[in-house]
């Protein structure tokens, strides 16, 4: 029930920072915020070059998408939101990765970013809604 209610109110939030800023957001980003997913995060040390082609750094937040999820041509480098689903606590990572053992909607993010989003390396996973 409690969880619940947070996921209710993270979403009440979007819906609401979606109304304040009427004119802000293109409809590219209003879908995407829509289209919001959730899943379970897991953190990964990346080592080196991601499947973006790019060097990761272990201490920079960055997000490994699940194949169903990463296109190379399409997720490099998209700004994504990613959200404690029980706490709300919001953070923005670029996608940098992909993750291969990752099924469905789950995600695997930096330590840093999970730890940033309230995150325990001892106590794994951590459901985030993301979009
Ligand atoms: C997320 O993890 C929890 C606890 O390990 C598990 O019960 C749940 O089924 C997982 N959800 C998904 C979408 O994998
Ligand atoms: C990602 O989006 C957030 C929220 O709009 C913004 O504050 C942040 O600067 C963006 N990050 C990058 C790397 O573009």
Redesign the pocket.
Known sequence: MTRFIALASVLGALAVSGLAHPFSGDAVARKRQLDHH???ATSYTPSGVGACGVTISPDQFAVALAPDFFTASSSCSENLTVTNANTGVTKYALVLDECDSC????LELTVPLYEALGGSLSHE?L?VIWY
């Open positions: 959730i899943g379970n099924t469905g909607q789950n996973p459901e």
